[in-house]
């Protein structure tokens, strides 16, 4: 994706958790490989520390400027598609 794209976003509703809320929206702005990679965390029971080292793919974020009401924000690339129509 590269800017002026015209992309859908999705994002998970707040009012009905069956569906997924949905916008068509312009690219202003992209931020490659910013999201997932490796991370640590570890937690203890009882007497033993368990660590555990985790692993996500990279992914990058896209700023979308939302035509039906303005706003701009941030979003994952997995939430964004282009249109081809």
Known sequence: MKVGDLVRVKWPSSINFM??????????????DVLGGSGFTSWKTRNKWHPEMTTAPK????????YDDGSESWYDELNVELVTE
């Open 59 to 66: 992914r990058g974020e896209v700023r979308v400027l939302c």
């Open 19 to 32: 569906a997924d809320e949905v916008a068509l929206g312009e690219v202003t702005d992209c931020r490659p």
